[in-house]
């Protein structure tokens, strides 16, 4: 179903493409409103009472694009080693795991999609970074490394029981 906050959410994949322009204004404005889509596409589809298991996966989905593209092109560019591309996808890596876990026992008709703490905190830190990195910033090692906690952390949130889990028919 699009509504405005999908669409929103969508926008962000016409913006990952902004990023092969050179320029680090124009990569600043796709984060920025990447971010800001990010933002607002949620509290729209809460206030406007339009959440739906599509859109629950439509938002991550394209927060990951955006953040897979631009670290790609960061890779190309020789702006990024693998290890701190690597550290900022540890949090996906580790839910991959969960998510492995759960098929192989057996559990992955409990699998909620939803909005996780340690995800939104994430995402918001790669959409920072990002930003640095544009501007040729570069990082210490315990901002990537923070990276891997955060990811830990995420996992933890996703492996506990939740109270509003209801197998997904």
């Given at each position: 179903?699009?509504?405005?906050s999908?669409?929103?959410?969508?926008?962000?994949a016409?913006?990952?493409f902004?990023?092969?322009?050179s320029?680090?204004?124009?990569?600043?404005?796709?984060?920025?409103?990447?971010?800001?889509?990010?933002?607002?596409?949620?509290y729209?589809?809460?206030?406007?009472?339009?959440?739906?298991?599509?859109?629950?996966?439509?938002?991550?989905?394209?927060?990951?694009?955006?953040?897979?593209?631009t670290?790609?092109?960061?890779?190309?560019?020789?702006?990024?080693g693998?290890?701190?591309?690597?550290?900022?996808?540890?949090?996906?890596?580790?839910?991959?795991?969960?998510?492995?876990f759960?098929?192989?026992?057996?559990?992955?008709k409990?699998?909620?999609f939803?909005a996780?703490?340690?995800?939104?905190?994430t995402?918001?830190?790669?959409?920072?970074?990002?930003?640095?990195?544009?501007f040729?910033?570069?990082?210490?090692?315990?901002?990537?490394?923070?990276?891997?906690?955060?990811?830990?952390?995420?996992?933890?949130?996703?492996?506990?029981?939740?109270?509003?889990?209801?197998?997904?028919?």
């Amino acid at each position: 179903m699009i509504t405005v906050s999908n669409g929103l959410s969508f926008i962000r994949a016409p913006l990952a493409f902004l990023f092969w322009h050179s320029s680090p204004a124009i990569r600043f404005a796709a984060i920025f409103l990447a971010m800001l889509s990010d933002c607002v596409d949620g509290y729209l589809a809460r206030r406007n009472k339009s959440t739906s298991q599509f859109g629950a996966v439509l938002d991550p989905l394209m927060d990951k694009f955006f953040v897979y593209f631009t670290l790609s092109v960061l890779l190309i560019e020789g702006r990024l080693g693998y290890y701190e591309m690597t550290t900022m996808l540890s949090r996906d890596i580790f839910l991959s795991f969960h998510g492995l876990f759960m098929i192989a026992t057996g559990r992955w008709k409990t699998l909620v999609f939803r909005a996780i703490k340690w995800g939104k905190i994430t995402t918001a830190l790669q959409f920072l970074v990002l930003m640095g990195l544009t501007f040729q910033i570069s990082f210490p090692w315990y901002v990537y490394a923070s990276f891997i906690a955060m990811g830990w952390l995420a996992f933890l949130e996703v492996a506990k029981p939740h109270p509003l889990k209801t197998p997904v028919k």
